[in-house]
């Protein structure tokens, strides 16, 4: 029988086909980046510079949302970590912008920029759910009331150049000073190709899925 990924100790570098058993899929990482992009081509000189990312970020993590909430997947925004949560409450993924070795087999990627005080408690809820005493743990280290305890948080990570994404999902497993430093685990995907900018729409075109009815977790209930 198969090893559910959410529950296993593993560590290495694996390909694209190890996605599928997180329950997604390439096709759909592929139209939230498509989109995103799209999205953020809605940019001027005359907006702040850090505009454009952040809209391609913002615009990734919903369009991924908008691929996996009609199969079951639900969100909650603790702390303002945006996770997308499988339907077994397991695990999460929280989209993030890389650096520039996201994506590579012989570098150790990273987000691009530092990462606050919720990522850490997600990554200390890594550590303690790969052990068994790890309910000793979070009432050591953690708040046991946190909404971010509980289940494994891996980051999806995306960078870009003129003609690629750059893209993996790992599982983050040590934080120091705002960064990450390693990974559990690493699912690289291969460089995703970007649409010409003449042939991408504009991002609200694009028809979206009515989330209205859906659940979403209260930060107390996590």
């Known amino acids: 029988m198969t090893q559910d990924v959410s529950t296993e100790r593993a560590s290495g570098v694996y390909g694209p086909e190890r996605l599928s058993r997180l329950g997604i899929s390439i096709e759909a990482v592929t139209r939230a980046l498509r989109r995103a992009d799209a999205a953020g081509e809605d940019w001027s000189p005359l907006d702040p510079p850090i505009l454009h990312g952040l809209l391609r970020w913002a615009r990734t993590t919903r369009y991924l949302r908008e691929e996996l909430v009609p ?3 639900s969100f909650d925004n603790p702390r303002n970590l945006a996770r997308t ?4 409450g397991e695990f999460a993924i929280v989209v993030a912008t890389g650096d520039d070795h996201t994506g ?6 990273a987000p691009r920029h530092p990462r606050g005080y919720a990522t850490e408690q997600a990554v200390n809820a890594n550590n303690q759910l790969t052990f068994d005493f790890g309910l000793l743990l979070q009432a050591v280290r953690g708040e046991p009331s946190s909404p971010i305890a509980g289940m494994r948080t891996w980051l ?6 003129e003609e690629f994404f750059h893209v993996e999902c790992s599982l983050p497993e040590t934080y120091d000073d705002g960064r990450i430093t390693s990974w559990t685990e690493r699912i690289l ?3 995703i190709p970007r649409e010409p900018a ?3 729409p504009p991002g609200d075109t694009w028809p979206t899925v009515d989330i209205g009815a859906v659940e979403r977790h209260a930060v107390s209930g996590r």
């Open 71 to 73: 199969a079951g997947w």
């Open 85 to 88: 949560i499988h339907p077994s």
């Open 104 to 109: 590579r087999p012989d570098a150790v990627a």
């Open 156 to 161: 999806l990570l995306f960078s870009t150049d």
């Open 189 to 191: 995907l291969p460089p």
């Open 198 to 200: 003449a042939a991408r």
